[in-house]
């Protein structure tokens, strides 16, 4: 089982950025999809970003589409979500999560994923 560790949530004001970070401390993500999903308070967990194994290919959710940027660093075993231009609607808790039984996949829609980090708390005040 894939251990993913998130990072870099807080609080920020509207307007602001923040870049959230993610790893694993014990297996590569070189070969996964990867993605970000947030839950807000009340809501049901939703797709954010994916990005396929080698970054090229990367998907958004329309709601965050032209703010956020996901990315990934195959070297470092990291994997990125820069969001910029926050709202007050952004506030959730970040969760990263893998596509770790499958290999080399595409993205062509919400990957598949089975692996989930902690999470780590994005607050957006006004």
């Known amino acids: 089982q894939v251990q993913l560790v998130e990072s870099g949530g807080g609080l920020v004001q509207a307007g602001g950025s923040l870049r959230l970070s993610c790893t694993a401390s014990?297996?590569?993500?070189?070969?996964?999809?990867m993605g970000w999903f947030r839950q807000a308070p009340g809501k049901e967990r939703e797709f954010v970003a994916a990005?396929?194994?080698?970054?090229?290919?990367?998907l958004y959710a329309d709601s965050v589409k032209g703010r956020f940027t996901i990315s990934r660093a195959n070297a470092k075993n990291m994997v990125y979500l820069q969001m910029n231009s926050l709202k007050p609607e952004d506030t959730a808790v970040y969760y990263c999560?893998?596509?770790?039984?499958?290999?080399?996949?595409?993205?062509?829609?919400?990957?598949?994923?089975?692996?989930w980090g902690q999470g780590t708390l994005v607050t957006v005040s006004l």
């Open positions: 999560a893998a596509d770790t039984k499958r290999d080399y996949a595409r993205v062509v829609g919400v990957p598949p994923v089975d692996a």
């Open positions: 014990e297996r590569t993500l070189s070969t996964y999809a």
């Open positions: 990005i396929g194994w080698n970054g090229v290919m990367t």
